[in-house]
């Protein structure tokens, strides 16, 4: 074989840029493993005034790229010239952009990208947890701009369908964590008995059943729901001990909130925690994670150390991850804004160690099967192998 035939049989590489909000330390597995992909590059920009930390790129290129926050409230409405970048025909193939509609600049970047014919995919929720008719329409008059659409789960797919989108633009990608670093740690203190009794006689969790929740402390998070939830177990369930592991705005206040329905003897705060190895004490000292609202990756977090998840019912008031739990399978599922309903669903699995074990075991092997890098980056690989031929088709007719 000739040098220039083995040439033409080499797979074309498709150039694919990423704008992004943020580069957290969840991201990298994701893009590394696509820019392993035969044929794909991937370049990433990522915003400076991420309200994530942002990280060092590894196995991919990244650079951090300045934008303007045009008006915070009543939403913030931001300018992401990065976009243009993105859609740059010197620069990709192929843009992923971030699906927003607090974003105008991202209209006018996805005709420049059909212009120059560089491939569109839009890539976010589908979905806004508060949203009113008409922010919905935009979302979606922005979407059928794109070439393709990559959403978080297949429910918000079925939405768009249901709404008329065509279902050969839309390509899910089940939201995933790198689940290797959460394994390893959660080994390595279930490994070594004498350090994890030392960490709970610490923290006062020896032989008493934990009910934990780990996050950044707002409001919109629920954590009140969960103190007036152990409240009511205070009489029946005397030895509970709630976590509540994370800083935030809300932070003193439900230090009060523990002194007033008198169970801050029973409450656990130990603040920010940072590092896989730091976190998982409290997970493997835990029976239960709760997260009354707005639950998102914590999903599966928790069930990657085989905790049962319990937050409320309402589905389309989450983050799209909440959709992995099966309710009295792997969680349980309760009543909205309810502390009885929630303090229930507490005491059931608390109760009962062996079904909250099994619920917790069907969660992990649902994020290590499942929910998986791999799989989030298969659903990537293909909508932008999709909205490459798009723009191939588009040059061809021109």
Known sequence: MSNQDHAARQPETIRVCFQQPALPAYRVPVFAELARRPGISVEVLFSDKAKLPNVQAEGFHARQVAERVLLKRPREVRWVTAQYEAVDPANADVAVLEHNAGVPSLVPAIRRAKRHGVGVVVWGHGYSVRESKWPRKLRNWIAKQADAVVLYNHQARERLVDEGFDPERLFVALNALDQGPIQDAREAWLGDEQRLAAFQREHGLDGRPVVLFVSRLYAGNGMDLLLH????????????????????PERANLQELARKLDIADRVRMPGAVYGEGDLAPWFVSSRVFCYPKSIGLSVLHAFGYG?????NREMWTHPPEVWAIEDGVNGLLVDLGEPGSLADAIARLVDDPARACEMGEAGRRLVLERYTVANMVDGHEAAIRYAHRKARERAAIR
């Open 229 to 248: 939830a152990a409240s009511r177990l205070k009489d029946t369930h005397p030895d509970l001990v709630v976590a509540i592991v994370g800083d935030g």
């Open 307 to 311: 905790l049962p998840v319990v937050t």
